[in-house]
């Protein structure tokens, strides 16, 4: 697993594999992980025809093999090797019978749900489709190697390896300058960083970044002619890229000028074998499914519209209306009474008016979805956008969304705004998507929701308290999100709910804290952690 040192440099890292293990502690996910043993064997009693004698032992996701007295480099050439979930299982034995035959020391991913993991949308993108990795002892076993493995693999196909260059027109074959044997130092902050060693002996950071990049003192083996600077387009030249607005391991999302019509438009990425969670099922057609139920959508106006899709080098994209609005965390964090310091009767009155419009417009879109034969599925805080003049709502990320009955259901979420006790159920329904809107009513007065993937008495224990610090005891918040998380109301009850005359109260808080308590809190906290 990557190693961070902060949580801000951790945005994209799959930090839900530290919790599966257990409900309280971030804990290592492959510390506890029983692997399937396919690969395993697979790789096992192929090995056991070779001359030489091999050893496997696992490290971490990972399966090493490598010949008995066999000592690994410290750095050099790497090759390798992606795969998808179909095909795995035979790129793994051939890529493996080539390597044992030329006594070259290799590693594997453990099992077809750890290559799954490898290519998910939260991985690091740097170590991305990473499925074996050979390390060659020198410059003419690695050129002789990925002569093998290229006529083998040619017409394989794979995810794209980002921080590699891809071996002559292989979509499998992969290689790269870099770190073998652990090699580290400390930086000026006293952490422990992996680096190379130039042939003057100066030390490198080894870099593990998302694009193809050699240390000074080496060559690229495959020299290949340079592409010249050109303009960042997408399309033939539809689109300019102006920025980048967002990256995962599937792809990025940018903000681009549609140049035949001057507007400023959203353009999804999705890179092929990508976000693979079942046959056939990937990045690409999440996004091509994405586009039918936005056109399914179009007339609604709760969703973006699209505008096209199209097929870019080896990348699928979809090109969308660009809808802009506040952010429903921005809302949170300026208007609500519980994020401010002594708020007024007046603060908590016009926030609960600012509520009860939002999410009067918010249930009528998700009403809308629903009648429309659609699941939202990943609703939370971050795929809403707000008009701030009239609070209408916009949806706009539906990669999670399916049409029961037609598209292959995605099991993707954000914890705290799914039901706790649904996250092992691998289809998601209506259901789920009441109790994200419930979630994010919460939210929307205190941002603790997420908790309940931890604690699942959040709704019962912490939010009355909640309502009555923000003076909402005497309205029918709590009956609506209490109803909406069990499934026991409806859209159109909310409304209801929401146009009843509401007895706001003044905002509860604790005038007379003891001048010690925050030094006690902070003491306990440091003890717990």
């Not at 080539?98 to 750890?114: E, M, P, T, W, Y």
């Not at 990256?247 to 353009?267: K, M, P």
């Not at 921005?330 to 009860?356: A, G, I, W």
């Not at 309205?475 to 026991?488: D, F, P, R």
Request: hydrophobic share 35%.
């Amino acid at each position: 697993m990557r190693t961070v040192k902060y949580l801000r440099d951790a945005r994209h890292l799959e930090k839900g594999l530290y919790a599966l293990t257990n409900e309280l502690f971030y804990e290592p996910f492959e510390g506890h992980y029983e692997p399937s043993p396919e690969y395993l064997t697979l790789v096992r009693d192929l090995l056991k025809g070779m001359a030489a004698k091999w050893l496997i032992g696992r490290n971490g996701l990972w399966y090493h093999a490598h010949p008995v007295g066999h000592r690994l480099p410290m750095q050099g050439w790497k090759i390798h090797v992606s795969a998808t979930i179909e095909n795995g299982p035979s790129i793994l034995g051939r890529a493996a019978r080539i390597a044992g035959a030329n006594g070259v020391s290799f590693k594997f991913a453990l099992d077809r749900k750890v290559l799954a993991m490898m290519s998910s949308k939260s991985w690091h993108r740097g170590r991305s489709g990473k499925f074996i990795t050979m390390y060659p002892e020198d410059l003419s076993c690695f050129k002789n190697l990925m002569e093998q493995l290229y006529a083998e693999l040619r017409e394989d196909h794979g995810p794209y390896i980002l921080s590699d260059k891809r071996y002559k027109d292989c979509r499998v074959l992969y290689y790269r300058y870099g770190g073998v044997e652990r090699n580290t130092e400390l930086d000026i902050t006293g952490e422990k960083i992996l680096v190379m060693v130039s042939p003057s002996g100066e030390t490198m950071r080894d870099v593990r970044s998302s694009y193809f990049n050699l240390p000074p003192w080496e060559t690229d083996p495959f020299p290949t002619e340079k592409a010249p600077p050109r303009e960042l387009t997408l399309n033939a030249g539809r689109y300019l890229v102006k920025k980048a607005l967002g990256f995962s391991n599937s792809g990025g999302v940018y903000l681009v000028e549609d140049r035949h019509t001057g507007a400023d438009v959203v353009v999804k990425e999705a890179r092929a074998h990508t976000a693979m969670d079942g046959p056939g099922s990937d990045a690409i057609q999440r996004l091509k499914k994405e586009e039918q139920i936005f056109e399914l959508l179009r007339d609604t106006h709760i969703t973006p519209a699209p505008v096209e899709s199209f097929q870019d080098w080896e990348h699928f994209f979809l090109a969308e209306e660009f809808v802009s609005g506040r952010d429903i965390r921005e809302l949170m964090l300026t208007r609500s009474p519980l994020m401010r310091v002594n708020p007024t009767l007046k603060d908590t009155t016009e926030f609960y008016e600012t509520f009860r419009t939002l999410f009067k417009n918010f249930v009528q879109a998700l009403e809308i979805l629903h009648q429309n034969g659609v699941v939202l599925g990943d609703l939370s805080a971050s795929n809403i956008k707000i008009d701030p003049s009239t609070y209408a709502v916009r949806l706009i990320d539906f990669e999670g969304a399916f049409r029961p009955g037609v598209d292959v259901p995605t099991n993707l979420y954000t914890p705290g705004f799914r039901n706790p006790l649904h996250e092992n159920k691998k289809i998601q329904n209506f259901e789920d998507d009441l109790y994200g809107m419930a979630a994010i009513m919460f939210y929307i007065m205190f941002p603790i929701p997420t908790l309940s993937a931890q604690r699942p008495d959040l709704f019962q224990t912490v939010l009355p308290i909640v309502l009555k610090d923000i003076g909402w005891e005497q309205t029918e918040v709590s009956s609506i999100i209490s109803g909406l998380a069990k499934n026991e109301i409806t859209c159109a009850r909310v409304r209801e709910l929401l146009d009843r005359p509401a007895q706001i109260q003044p905002p509860g808080y604790a005038a007379d804290i003891e001048s010690d308590s925050c030094n006690k809190l902070a003491q306990e906290l440091g003890s717990f952690i």
